[in-house]
């Protein structure tokens, strides 16, 4: 990891476990929390704290032995991370003691991240970790349209003339889903191949593989490369880089992207159409 750039302070956003919030304060040790709270020295919002509480900093009001507990300060850090399969992108999971987080070094690690777009456990490629909260809601948020590009490779072959099923979408439970552009990679002259380029800015839990699915192709890997302007080149398997200001600005960024023999991309949302390029 690079050197860590000048510190801001971030505002609080997720719930934490209160011993992890104790300890981060620098009041004891977790164990050492714990025991306070069962003995019931802990209060959380004029009420005796039981195990199992979670509270959010900067929100939640903790007392210790009747002395209040402020919330830890946290510099602005943002890391880019090269997620492999098997990893899941949680802070805390009880049936997985590894977790993309376990990939920072110990002096990263000591802060508390938040994941801005996650990967499922079986996919892999780039995943953005912040400790700001404002950035990691502008990054999830819809209005935003940050661009994440994916390359997905599928069991059998995906023909060029269904292209456009991936852009129209289907639904599933209630939510639409589907993807801004889907391109073949490398496809044969039948205009089939199993390698696809794939680009959404929305992105549901699972979406691409249920989409997959959906329509009859099983996804046997999938990558994300590239988020806004910002791709994953140069970051090795379970690397990460820390990000300077203009990198963070690139995520908000959507480069042209050339144009490929079998394609299809979704037009602006007022036309709702598409249109697909086929090989001359």
């Given at each position: 990891?690079a050197?860590?750039?000048?510190?801001?302070?971030?505002p609080?956003?997720?719930?934490?476990r209160?011993?992890?919030?104790?300890?981060?304060?620098?009041v004891c040790?977790?164990?050492?929390?714990?025991a306070?709270i069962?003995?019931?020295e802990?209060?959380?919002?004029?009420?005796?704290?039981?195990?199992?509480?979670?509270?959010?900093?900067?929100?939640d009001?903790?007392?210790?032995?009747?002395k209040?507990?402020?919330?830890a300060v946290?510099?602005?850090l943002?890391?880019?991370?090269h997620?492999?399969?098997?990893?899941?992108?949680?802070?805390?999971?009880?049936?997985?003691?590894?977790?993309?987080?376990t990939?920072?070094?110990?002096?990263?690690?000591?802060h508390?991240?938040?994941?801005?777009?996650?990967?499922?456990?079986?996919s892999?490629?780039?995943?953005i970790?912040?400790?700001?909260?404002?950035l990691?809601?502008?990054l999830?948020?819809?209005s935003q349209?940050?661009?994440?590009?994916?390359?997905?490779?599928?069991?059998?072959?995906?023909?060029?003339?269904?292209?456009?099923?991936?852009?129209r979408?289907?639904?599933?439970?209630?939510?639409?889903l589907k993807?801004?552009?889907?391109?073949l990679?490398?496809?044969?002259?039948?205009g089939?191949?199993?390698?696809?380029?794939?680009h959404?800015?929305?992105?549901?839990?699972r979406?691409?593989?249920?989409?997959?699915?959906?329509?009859?192709?099983?996804?046997?890997?999938?990558?994300?490369?590239q988020?806004?302007?910002?791709?994953?080149?140069?970051?090795?398997?379970?690397?990460?880089?820390?990000?300077?200001?203009?990198?963070?600005?690139?995520l908000?960024?959507?480069?042209?992207?050339?144009?490929?023999?079998?394609?299809?991309?979704?037009?602006?949302?007022?036309?709702?159409?598409?249109?697909?390029?086929?090989e001359?």
């Amino acid at each position: 990891m690079a050197e860590l750039p000048p510190s801001g302070i971030v505002p609080a956003a997720d719930a934490i476990r209160l011993q992890k919030f104790i300890a981060d304060a620098g009041v004891c040790s977790r164990r050492a929390a714990e025991a306070l709270i069962a003995r019931g020295e802990v209060w959380v919002n004029g009420a005796a704290a039981t195990p199992g509480t979670h509270v959010t900093p900067g929100v939640d009001k903790v007392t210790v032995s009747g002395k209040p507990v402020r919330a830890a300060v946290q510099p602005k850090l943002t890391v880019a991370v090269h997620k492999p399969r098997g990893l899941i992108c949680s802070n805390d999971d009880p049936h997985h003691a590894d977790t993309l987080f376990t990939l920072l070094p110990r002096e990263l690690a000591r802060h508390r991240f938040f994941c801005a777009g996650r990967l499922d456990l079986d996919s892999e490629g780039l995943v953005i970790l912040t400790t700001d909260g404002d950035l990691a809601n502008r990054l999830m948020h819809p209005s935003q349209l940050v661009v994440k590009r994916y390359h997905v490779v599928l069991k059998t072959p995906f023909p060029a003339s269904r292209l456009n099923q991936l852009i129209r979408g289907v639904t599933v439970e209630g939510e639409r889903l589907k993807v801004e552009r889907a391109a073949l990679i490398n496809a044969d002259a039948g205009g089939i191949s199993t390698d696809l380029d794939v680009h959404l800015h929305h992105g549901k839990k699972r979406e691409i593989r249920l989409l997959f699915t959906q329509l009859g192709f099983d996804v046997k890997r999938l990558r994300r490369y590239q988020i806004g302007a910002l791709q994953l080149k140069g970051i090795p398997l379970r690397g990460g880089k820390l990000l300077s200001p203009k990198e963070i600005k690139s995520l908000f960024q959507n480069p042209r992207t050339p144009r490929a023999a079998y394609e299809a991309v979704a037009n602006p949302p007022a036309t709702g159409t598409f249109a697909v390029a086929h090989e001359a």
